[in-house]
């Protein structure tokens, strides 16, 4: 069965520091890979999608960018962060084919930038 | 005007209670429908999925969407402490998923 991994789960960085977040999936090839961002009752933002390797669709530009160095692999980077990149980020993957309609997230990590 | 948009709450109700969570959404081509559930600092699961009209259940749990009205629903029975959540509507078109914000629900024992 599919699985999919986030780390870490909570991450405390002061304002300027580098971020890397990390997610993996187990079980499926090809998978279309997402990274969300979810503020409290603003809802699931978007920021970046991929549909293979090294091809990687911005949502939001900002402080954020993300890469897929393997098939299975999304990460979330920034180089310097900011106060407002605190949230809570999910990662999550769709099956290209039957179930490319259903989105199966990851645990998520919650970010406090101080 | 936003594609989906679901009343946030919260809701609160008794154990043993019909839950009944709500969306409505604005592009009569969305033809896949999903209900996540969301406990607190976890990722949203998926609870249920449907395609085009009708209903489907799934234990305790229905879920129906109305074309016509551009209306999704998803209903709970016997309601239960550990269905406090904070569940969202979504649907999907062209390789973009669109969700709601949420509605949180506490079931009171």
């Known amino acids: 069965s599919q699985t999919i991994h986030q780390w870490p789960a909570t991450l405390v960085q002061p304002v300027g520091s580098p971020l890397s977040l990390e997610c993996t999936v187990e079980?499926?090839?090809?998978?279309?890979l997402y990274w969300y961002r979810q503020a409290a009752g603003r809802g699931l933002q978007l920021l970046f999608y991929?549909?293979?390797?090294?091809?990687i669709s911005s949502e939001v530009p900002q402080n954020l960018s993300a890469s897929r160095p393997q098939d299975r692999q999304f990460i979330l980077s920034s180089k310097k962060l900011l106060l407002s990149d605190s949230g809570f980020y999910l990662c999550?993957?769709?099956?290209?084919?039957?179930?490319?309609?259903?989105?199966?997230f990851g645990s998520g990590t919650q970010l406090s930038v101080l | 005007q936003k594609e989906v948009e679901q009343d946030p709450g919260p809701l609160s109700v008794p154990e043993g209670a019909i839950v009944s969570l709500n969306c409505t959404y604005s592009?009569?081509?969305?033809?896949?429908f999903m209900w996540y559930r969301q406990y607190s600092r976890k990722g949203p699961e998926l609870l249920m999925y449907?395609?085009?009209?009708g209903n489907k259940e799934d234990g305790r749990f229905t879920a129906q969407v109305d074309k016509s009205s551009k209306y999704i629903s998803l209903f709970i029975r016997d309601s239960q402490p550990s269905d406090s959540a904070t569940y969202l509507c979504?649907?999907?078109?062209?390789?973009?998923?669109?969700f709601g914000t949420g509605t949180s629900l506490t079931v009171i024992p």
């Open positions: 999550a993957w769709s099956s290209i084919g039957v179930t490319n309609e259903k989105l199966f």
């Open positions: 079980g499926t090839s090809n998978p279309n």
């Open positions: 991929s549909v293979g390797i090294g091809q």
């Open positions: 592009n009569s081509a969305f033809q896949y």
């Open positions: 449907t395609y085009s009209s």
């Open positions: 979504a649907t999907y078109t062209g390789n973009q998923f669109y």
